[in-house]
């Protein structure tokens, strides 16, 4: 059986979506077999930034509807066929699609891979409830702006409401000159603030908001800033040795020693 896994935010624009496609790449990569399911319904953009929105023909109502099967509706990723991809709803008619109707669906999905990643909505709209009723771990994304920690820790109060058995953090676009002219709040504190597990940072970085908006993510090539970032949180998901990046090592190395 196959894990399923939540990627949530609580404040929308932190790099959510970018975050879910590079832990599912990096995965892919070594071998896993890995679903990104969209379920930002209505407002699907994975396709988007995987380069795939001419691809994606089909999505869960399709398969649900009987106009498809689930393996016309999963695509792949280009140039990783471990990754593959799945709409919930590609459509406005995102009213038609109920809870039940995953049910079978996602069952189905864990015996065909290792990983299913949910790609919910930022804060507490339909897809983010619906992945609830599935989902027992979930990844936290948030920058380290004050707001977005505020919104983050509203979220990780919410799973653990729901009793959600395992609830991680990453923190996105991690920028030391923000840090060090006191833009940001800090490291430390940010973690102090949402007290849950970290398994890693993302560098801020210009190539991967480029190679988003033409398709192409930075995490796709080798030895990249973004690459080297999520092998490391990819490790620490895993429960390995993690391989620092190497910017930064000094900060990266207290969290994951200490």
Do not use: W
């Not at 959510?16 to 790449?25: L, W």
């Amino acid at each position: 059986m196959g894990r399923c896994i939540g990627i949530t935010s609580g404040k929308g624009g932190v790099g959510k979506s970018s975050i879910c496609i590079g832990i599912g790449f990096a995965l892919a990569k070594r071998g896993y077999k890995v679903c990104l399911f969209d379920m930002d319904l209505g407002l699907k953009n994975l396709d988007v930034m995987m380069g795939l929105e001419n691809r994606m023909f089909y999505d869960v109502l399709d398969i649900v509807e009987g106009k498809c099967t689930l393996n016309q509706a999963l695509v792949n990723a280009k140039n990783q066929n471990n990754l593959k991809l799945l709409c919930a709803c590609k459509s406005i008619h995102v009213h038609k699609l109920k809870k039940e109707m995953l049910k079978s669906i996602i069952e189905e999905l864990t015996q065909m891979f290792d990983f299913v990643f949910f790609d919910t909505p930022a804060g507490i709209e339909a897809g983010f409830s619906y992945t609830l009723s599935y989902v027992d771990h979930f990844i936290v994304v948030s920058t380290l702006d004050l707001t977005s920690l505020q919104d983050a820790d509203r979220i990780i109060g919410i799973l653990m409401r729901e009793n959600i058995s395992k609830i991680q953090c990453i923190i996105n676009r991690y920028n030391p000159k923000y840090l060090d002219k006191g833009i940001s709040i800090q490291f430390t504190k940010a973690l102090e603030y949402l007290c849950v597990e970290c398994i890693g940072i993302v560098y801020d970085d210009e190539q991967i908001i480029r190679g988003y908006n033409i398709g192409s993510p930075s995490v796709y090539h080798d030895n990249s800033k973004a690459s080297i970032c999520f092998e490391s949180i990819v490790n620490a998901f895993l429960g390995e040795e993690v391989i620092l990046p190497k910017i930064h090592k000094s900060i990266l190395k207290r969290l994951f020693t200490s």
